[in-house]
T-cell receptor, first 111, second 110 residues
Framework: QKEVEQNSGPLSVPEGAIASLNCTYSDRGSQSFFWYRQYSGKSPELIMSIYSNGDQEDGRFTAQLNKASQYVSLLIRDSQPSDSATYLCAVTSNRDDKIIFGKGTRLHILP | KAGVTQTPRYLIKTRGQQVTLSCSPISGHRSVSWYQQTPGQGLQFLFEYFSETQRNKGNFPGRFSGRQFSNSRSEMNVSTLELGDSALYLC?????????FGPGTRLTVL
C-alpha cells in the first residue's frame, strides 16, 4: 500500500462550485498533515496545515482530517480558474518525521 | 522576509558528469530538505539536514549526497550523472513541521 494516496485526476469543476480533493494515508500514527498547491512549472506552495481531527478553515479553503479513517481532504469553495493546479497532500511519518507526499491531484476549474 | 533561494535554476549536463546544487533557506530556518520531482514518481525525499547534520535520508543511491553549512545553507551533489537523474530538484526549509519550497533547479542530463 502506498503511504499517501491521491487520485491523479484531472478533476474538472465548474467555476464557482466546490472542489473536493481527497487523500488517504497508511501510517496510523501520523500527526501532521499538509496541502500544497503546485502550478505548472512552479514549486509547491503550502496552503493548509491540519493537526487534529475536524475542520480547519482559511478563506475559501477548508482542510478536513479524520484520523480514524486515515483520510484528509481539501475543500475549495467558490472555485476560481486561478485554482487550477496540482494539489499535493503531505503527511508526516510517525516513524522518522519525514514528510511523505502524495503524487498529487490535478484540478481544472472550468470557466 | 526573503524566501528560499536555489541556484542555479537550470542546468544541462552529460552522463557521467557531476553536479552541485545550492540552497539558501529562509532566515532563521535551520532545517533544509531536498526532494527530487519527476512526472512519474512525484516528489521523492532525498535527505534532510539540521544544524549541519543529516537527520533523515531517503532511498537514493550513494551518488546523491549533501551537506549543510553553519549558516544553514545547503548543497547537494550528484556524481556520475545518469539520464534518469533528469528532474526538478527542490529544496525546502522549515522551522517546525511546515516546509517552504524554493523555486527548484531543473537538471537535464543528456
Amino acid at each position: 500500500q502506498k503511504e499517501v494516496e491521491q487520485n491523479s485526476g484531472p478533476l474538472s469543476v465548474p467555476e464557482g462550485a466546490i472542489a473536493s480533493l481527497n487523500c488517504t494515508y497508511s501510517d496510523r500514527g501520523s500527526q501532521s498533515f499538509f496541502w500544497y498547491r503546485q502550478y505548472s512549472g512552479k514549486s509547491p506552495e503550502l496552503i493548509m496545515s491540519i493537526y487534529s481531527n475536524g475542520d480547519q478553515e482559511d478563506g475559501r479553503f477548508t482542510a478536513q482530517l479524520n484520523k480514524a479513517s486515515q483520510y484528509v481532504s481539501l475543500l475549495i469553495r467558490d472555485s476560481q480558474p486561478s485554482d487550477s493546479a496540482t494539489y499535493l497532500c503531505a503527511v508526516t511519518s510517525n516513524r522518522d518525521d519525514k514528510i511523505i507526499f502524495g503524487k498529487g491531484t490535478r484540478l481544472h476549474i472550468l470557466p | 522576509k526573503a524566501g528560499v533561494t536555489q541556484t542555479p535554476r537550470y542546468l544541462i549536463k552529460t552522463r557521467g558528469q557531476q553536479v552541485t546544487l545550492s540552497c539558501s533557506p529562509i532566515s532563521g530556518h535551520r532545517s533544509v530538505s531536498w526532494y527530487q520531482q519527476t512526472p512519474g514518481q512525484g516528489l521523492q525525499f532525498l535527505f534532510e539536514y539540521f544544524s549541519e547534520t543529516q537527520r533523515n535520508k531517503g532511498n537514493f543511491p550513494g551518488r546523491f549526497s549533501g551537506r549543510q553549512f553553519s549558516n544553514s545553507r545547503s548543497e547537494m551533489n550528484v556524481s556520475t550523472l545518469e539520464l534518469g537523474d533528469s528532474a526538478l530538484y527542490l529544496c525546502a526549509s522549515s522551522k517546525g513541521n511546515e516546509q517552504f519550497f524554493g523555486p527548484g533547479t531543473r537538471l537535464t542530463v543528456l
